[in-house]
């Protein structure tokens, strides 16, 4: 297998490059009987896309999800849906002097050296348009997950460089998120993350910063033990996305400092429910979900694609410098809040569906 199929049960196979006639993915596993349309897979989309506002990339892509089978009579039939986004503002001319040049931070030598061969326009396969066909998929699962559970996937920007949020991430709505263009719920955070990355863009710069995630309406149960656990699939699921570069759950390294009896959750009872007094684990103990919320973070670098001069060398090996212009986000952590959403959907359906075979 060659590492473009995620899932068990609720499988994702991802195709396309940044520069080619289109992206998607083929959905397998899908429950035949689900009521989908592509009104609620654009939903997602829209707000992946580029061009949003002047803090983002201004490629703009309509991002227009067509259905080409799996669909019927506004019903999923149970077999495989495929689901196709074309590319319609590629411009190839913007990376011709970059084919044989290793751009920092990018993942052109690697591919170089594993393949022998790579598509230099956009990235290809490794760009972060890649992740427009994930996000329809995982607006497909959150819809099961909805259906079948109400539960509920919110993520958020946390942080952007050294700006922090505080964000109380139990009463979190969409709605709190997509009211600012930085998609951080905290206003007084947000403001100084925009004059922050503004800043950063007229310096020819780019910055990093953390999503945080909450799931709402787990069941207990969900995760398989050893090499399956829920936790484990998730950090996976987060470090497949372009520029993520690390997840930590519950309290994560800042727990690593406390000692046992400071950390662990002590279980109460509360309307005839067994939960924990404090949610110090994320909502998962020994990789299997307790029906507390899911919490997690991720972080992700700064955007490598910049236009301040960098040194590097060619693919003959000669000592360069290179500028990148082209159209870039100074910060891709907005963007990538639906991404994180769309992974964490995908996760959570593959597990609820193979729980359903855990026992009689």
């Known amino acids: 297998m060659a590492g473009n199929t995620f899932g068990q049960i609720f499988r994702v196979t991802s195709f396309g490059e940044s520069h080619g006639p289109a992206v ?7 429950p035949a009987q689900l009521p989908l349309t592509t009104d609620e897979i654009q939903l997602d989309l829209d707000r992946r896309k580029p061009g949003q506002n002047a803090l983002s990339s201004t490629r703009k ?8 089978s799996g669909v019927y009579q506004g019903k999923t039939t149970g077999t495989p ?14 990376y011709e002097q970059l084919a044989n040049i290793y751009r920092p931070g990018h993942a052109d030598f690697s591919y170089d050296r594993k393949y022998g ?21 995982g607006a497909i699962a959150k819809k099961i997950l909805r259906v079948k559970n109400r539960i509920e996937i919110v993520a958020y920007v946390s942080s952007v460089s050294d700006i922090r949020a505080n964000i109380d991430s139990d009463t979190l709505s969409l709605a709190d998120v997509e009211s600012s263009p930085i998609r951080c719920p905290d ?31 787990v069941p207990a149960g969900l995760g398989e033990p050893v090499f399956d656990k829920l936790e484990a ?32 959750d002590p279980f109460v009872v509360e309307d005839n429910q067994v939960r924990t007094q404090t949610n110090h684990c994320g909502g998962i103990q020994g990789g299997i979900s307790n029906a507390m919320p899911i919490q ?6 700064p955007t490598p694609s910049i236009a301040r001069q960098q040194e590097t060398v060619t693919r003959g090996g000669e000592k360069t410098s290179i500028s990148i ?11 990538a809040v639906p991404i994180v959403e769309a992974m964490a959907a995908l996760v959570l359906c593959d597990h609820l569906l193979r729980q359903q075979t855990a026992s009689l």
């Not at 699939?233 to 800042?254: P, Q, T, V, W, Y």
């Not at 997690?296 to 670098?301: E, L, P, T």
């Open 24 to 30: 998607g993915v083929i959905v397998d596993g899908c």
């Open 61 to 68: 892509e309509s991002d227009e999800v067509r259905i080409l």
């Open 81 to 94: 849906i495929a689901l196709l986004i074309e590319n319609c503002d590629a411009r190839s001319q913007d």
């Open 117 to 137: 061969h790579r598509d230099p326009r956009g990235g290809g396969r490794s760009s972060a348009r890649i992740t427009a066909g994930h996000v329809a998929a």
């Open 187 to 217: 206003p007084v955070a947000a403001e100084k993350m925009r004059a922050r990355i503004r800043k950063i863009k007229a310096d020819q710069d780019s910055l990093g910063g953390t999503i945080g995630c909450t799931i709402r309406n």
């Open 233 to 264: 699939d998730l950090a996976k699921a987060m470090l497949l996305i372009n520029a993520a570069s690390g997840f930590e759950i519950g309290l994560g390294f800042s727990g690593s400092a406390l000692r046992g009896s400071q950390y662990n």
């Open 296 to 301: 997690f973070r991720v972080a992700f670098k």
């Open 325 to 335: 212009q082209g159209r870039h986000d100074p910060c891709i952590v907005p963007r």
